[in-house]
């Protein structure tokens, strides 16, 4: 049975999340919504904590970390707001990329610059999400071919959180000469290369204060050295890289569950209806029992991708005892799914549940609900906007 109690190392950085999401994230949330961008002051706060930084303390970060602890971390950011989670997510996703995915030389050339001010300084930039496929990284059709005299990036990328930066950009895309997942591969995006127009999206409904952008990428000349883990042998980094992001979606997406959870859970214990609170009646106290057990439940499911990703567990043949793949000898294992699988269900499973969690909220306040009086309507608008990404 796995056992998902966290260590004292992991119970102090997600204390510490925990603070910063009630004392600044909470309190700041309507004026980062409006202003679309997370306060400076803030900024340079996470940065001093190193929760920007989760990378090798030989380039400068503050030391990597679990999957399972990358979770609990964005879980407890996302309950304060969702949009300065993405913010912060955003901005470490490309590091990660390169952290997953990249040859030692390539983290020792890319990483010192994710470190630099202790994250403050220019956000990193993934490309993941397409206009036609969202999310799924099997039908990414941003095309990495060959010319003839070099490699070109020729597609276009949605949603994606601070695309117009200086920082380190990343971006998915697909060889030609393979099919499927086989041929996934994570690029970097040179400084100021030509071809690449970062524009910017419509309003967002939610989520705004991770600002985002449409990127298209127009013949973009690129070297074999960008190409993370090599053009030949990055599949494996890809994928695993793209399994950590679902991961970390997820978490975001529970942690929004949750604030809506407890915040209507409260109203409704103070909300005196016929001389009795109306978590007292029948219809309110089955919908908040829903939505607790549907919170759980996700959450679980974010914790086993997070544990299939810590245990290395590949797209369903990892090795047990040297002849026999996982799903041979359990074929109904969760485990013979493979961390990648385990993931996008995770995200895809906690986004949903974020939705009818955070809609059934605001039916429990009622009219009140709508009112920017009270958060949940903020966290409505955010789940939506987060299955809006794919």
């Known amino acids: 049975m796995l056992d998902f109690a966290p260590t004292e190392e992991q119970t102090a950085i997600r204390d510490l999340a925990r603070q910063i999401a009630v004392e600044q994230f909470r309190r700041l949330e309507r004026v980062a919504d409006e202003s679309c961008e997370m306060p400076s002051d803030l900024c340079h706060l996470l940065a001093d904590t190193g929760l920007l930084i989760p990378f090798p303390e030989e ?33 470490a996703l490309a590091g990660l990329a390169v952290l997953v995915a990249g040859s030692a030389d390539q983290q020792k050339a890319l990483l010192p610059r994710c470190c630099a001010d202790g994250g403050a300084g220019a956000p990193g930039v993934l490309g993941w999400s397409e206009p036609a496929s969202g999310l799924d990284a099997r039908q990414t059709t941003t095309a990495l071919q060959s010319d003839g005299s070099g490699l070109t990036l020729e597609g276009a990328k949605r949603g994606v959180a601070h695309g117009k930066t200086d920082g380190l950009r990343v971006v998915t895309a697909k060889t030609t000469s393979a099919q499927g997942l086989e041929g996934l591969r994570l690029v970097v995006l040179p400084d100021h290369a030509e071809g690449v127009v970062a524009k910017p999206e419509a309003e967002p409904l939610g989520l705004r204060a991770a600002p985002r952008f449409r990127l298209h990428l127009n013949q973009v000349a690129v070297t074999s050295n960008d190409v993370l883990g090599g053009v030949d042998t990055g599949a494996v980094g890809a994928q695993r890289f793209i399994a950590l992001a679902n991961v970390l979606l997820g978490g975001l997406a529970v942690g929004t569950a949750r604030a809506a959870l407890e915040y209507s859970a409260d109203y409704a214990k103070g909300r005196i209806q016929f001389g009795k609170p109306i978590s007292s009646f029948q219809a309110i106290a089955f919908m908040a029992a829903e939505m607790a057990m549907e919170t759980d439940a996700a959450r679980l499911l974010v914790w086993r991708a997070a544990h299939a990703w810590d245990a290395g567990e590949d797209a369903g043949t990892r090795a047990t005892n040297g002849s026999e793949s996982a799903e041979t000898q359990f074929p109904q294992a969760p485990a013979a799914i493979g961390a990648l699988r385990l993931a996008e269900r995770a995200r895809m499973q906690a986004v949903k549940v974020a939705q009818r969690v955070t809609t059934d909220a605001v039916q429990i306040l009622g009219g009140a609900g709508f009112l920017q009086d009270h958060p949940v309507e903020l966290w409505m608008r955010d789940a939506e906007a987060l299955a809006a990404l794919g």
């Open 59 to 91: 380039y400068g970060g503050a030391g990597t970390q679990s999957a399972v602890t990358h979770a609990l971390i964005v879980e407890e950011l996302a309950y304060g707001d969702g949009g300065l989670a993405l913010h912060v997510i955003g901005s």
